[in-house]
């Protein structure tokens, strides 16, 4: 056979390459669940957080990480050295007009005419007793106590001993290790349709052969950045039956299962995606 011949027996013949492309197009069009994967934790679903009270500086942790509290266990306490000497102060102040006072009563008997320095020193002395019970509140509140029963989820103590905090900043939480759940960081890039009650596993890290079966419970309505820099929806999810592995704070991967669709749409859904965004159409 001449070398055209052989090159014109290798080629598929025009039946043949209809049958392939409609192959594919059936295997296009055959149904499958959407998946995603995604990094998780487990946490805790009732949890608190604890803020700080006051402007102040940590002076003490009173407790551990992950240290099992009961409801109103000092938890950490802020420096008093402030206050305290503004308490003083005030203490003198409401002496020293308490005694312009009475000295003021004094020589209204006398001298009428005195009479009214008196509204003016009594206004002085009602603002000083104002300010110092003020002080005084905020003294009381330099030990934060647990609002709840739980386990205190936060960082390394030392990161926290002399660092300046502001009223309302995050200091820790307050969890119960007896209801975790799934806190899914989904990225934008690879996001699918996702209802609550949709299915979810979780591979954790440590126990990569126990998977955690789950639903969404909930999902985030805007994308905000993860603490990896990743722009991400989060997502809560159930945990099925509660293991004894679910502790708090393990991490690994969740794969998520949405609707099904088409092979093909599944195949081409990112590229359409990407070529939509470039083409603004």
């Known amino acids: 056979l001449t070398h055209r011949q052989r090159l014109g027996r290798r080629r598929p013949s025009r039946r043949q390459v209809l049958l392939t492309l409609l192959l594919l197009g059936g295997l296009l069009l055959v149904p499958v669940r959407q998946t995603a994967l995604a990094p998780a ?6 949890a608190q957080i604890v803020t700080s009270p006051i ?4 002076a003490q942790v009173l407790v551990r990480p992950n240290q099992p509290v009961d409801a109103d266990t000092p938890l950490f306490t802020l420096d008093e050295t402030t206050l305290r000497s503004r308490a003083d102060v005030l203490g003198k102040e409401v ?4 005694a312009e006072l009475l000295a003021a009563s004094q020589r209204a ?12 020193l009594q206004s002085r002395v009602q603002q000083r007793r104002a300010e ?4 005084q509140a905020q003294l009381k509140r330099t030990q934060v106590l647990a609002p709840r029963g739980g386990v205190a989820v936060f960082s390394d103590p030392n990161d926290w001993l002399g660092k300046p905090v502001s009223t309302g ?3 820790m939480h307050v969890a119960d290790p007896a209801q975790p759940a799934m806190q899914i960081q989904l990225a ?3 996001a699918i349709a996702l209802e609550p009650g949709a299915e979810v596993t979780l591979f954790l890290t440590a126990y990569p052969l126990s998977p955690l079966k789950g639903k969404i419970l909930e999902t985030s309505y805007q994308a905000r950045p993860s603490d990896d820099g990743v722009v991400a929806y989060r997502l809560l999810a159930s945990i099925e039956e509660q293991p004894a592995h679910a502790r708090l704070g393990l991490h690994g991967t969740a794969k998520l299962y949405g609707d099904r669709v088409m092979l093909g749409y599944y195949l081409l859904r990112r590229p359409l ?3 939509r965004a470039w083409s603004r159409w």
């Open 109 to 120: 008997f006398d001298n009428p005419q005195s009479k009214g320095e008196l509204t003016l």
């Open 41 to 46: 934790q487990i946490v805790s679903r009732q």
């Open 95 to 98: 002496a020293v007009a308490d």
């Open 132 to 135: 110092l019970a003020a002080v």
């Open 55 to 58: 402007d102040g500086v940590v």
């Open 188 to 190: 934008v890039a690879d």
């Open 273 to 275: 995606a990407t070529m």
């Open 169 to 171: 900043e995050r200091i």
